[in-house]
């Protein structure tokens, strides 16, 4: 009997939780180039509760890094973002996007060339792909980028995440990441782009 209350309690506790968890949670997805730099960038914000890196967009069911890297895909290297919607804004997330990506080079992302390092924003329903266009035509508008802004905006698919090495890179190779990211020119151009407050 213990058993069967314990069991009625555990159900209880879940259907009643479960609900308040999913209006807490939500999620968004970004491609901006190397994802080591956009994770490093969406890890900062609060309201964030996970990111995740790995690849979106493409035809290759579980693809890897080294396809995806080598080109051919159709996948670009993204980020997926869980949120709390009531910490942090989807509006918020864009305009940390934003100043984390060059959204006028459509040939990649700094140093990195090719289709899978574009810019873009995945949207899962038309709520967020009526702030990514507001906020984009917003953008456009100011006139503040030295070009037309060519990050697309484009239906979220399906996420396959990376493999377990490219998860934190930042944090578990600090090093190598500041190295490369230097080397890569990333905040120096985005420096040129937004000026010196950064959000990375």
Same mark, same amino acid.
């Given at each position: 009997?213990?058993?069967?209350?314990?069991?009625?309690?555990?159900?209880?506790?879940?259907?009643?939780?479960?609900?308040?968890?999913?209006?807490?949670?939500?999620?968004?997805?970004?491609?901006?180039?190397?994802?080591?730099?956009?994770?490093?960038?969406?890890?900062? =914000? /609060?309201? +964030?509760?996970? $990111?995740?890196?790995?690849?979106?967009? !493409? #035809?290759?069911?579980?693809?890897?890094?080294?396809?995806?890297?080598?080109?051919?895909?159709?996948?670009?290297?993204?980020?997926?973002?869980?949120?709390?919607?009531?910490?942090?804004?989807?509006?918020?997330?864009?305009?940390?996007?934003?100043?984390? =990506? /060059?959204? +006028?080079?459509? $040939?990649?992302?700094?140093?990195?060339? !090719? #289709?899978?390092?574009?810019?873009?924003?995945?949207?899962?329903?038309?709520?967020?792909?009526?702030?990514?266009?507001?906020?984009?035509?917003?953008?456009?508008?100011?006139?503040?980028?030295?070009?037309?802004?060519?990050?697309?905006?484009?239906?979220?698919?399906?996420?396959?995440?990376?493999?377990?090495?490219?998860?934190?890179?930042?944090?578990?190779?600090?090093?190598?990441?500041?190295?490369?990211?230097?080397?890569?020119?990333?905040?120096?151009?985005?420096?040129?782009?937004?000026?010196?407050?950064?959000?990375?």
């Amino acid at each position: 009997m213990k058993a069967i209350w314990l069991a009625l309690a555990a159900f209880l506790t879940a259907v009643t939780l479960a609900p308040a968890e999913a209006q807490t949670r939500a999620t968004a997805v970004f491609a901006g180039g190397c994802f080591w730099c956009v994770e490093a960038a969406f890890d900062k =914000v /609060d309201g +964030v509760l996970s $990111t995740t890196s790995g690849y979106t967009g !493409g #035809s290759k069911v579980n693809p890897t890094y080294e396809e995806v890297s080598g080109g051919g895909t159709g996948h670009y290297e993204s980020l997926k973002v869980e949120y709390d919607p009531a910490r942090v804004s989807y509006e918020r997330l864009l305009d940390v996007f934003w100043h984390n =990506v /060059d959204p +006028v080079d459509a $040939t990649g992302q700094f140093c990195d060339k !090719g #289709s899978q390092y574009r810019a873009a924003i995945f949207v899962a329903d038309e709520s967020q792909r009526a702030q990514a266009n507001a906020s984009k035509a917003a953008l456009e508008k100011s006139h503040k980028l030295p070009g037309p802004i060519v990050t697309a905006i484009l239906p979220a698919a399906t996420f396959y995440p990376a493999e377990t090495y490219h998860q934190d890179y930042y944090l578990k190779n600090p090093a190598h990441y500041s190295f490369y990211r230097w080397s890569c020119g990333r905040d120096k151009r985005l420096e040129q782009l937004w000026g010196a407050a950064l959000s990375h």
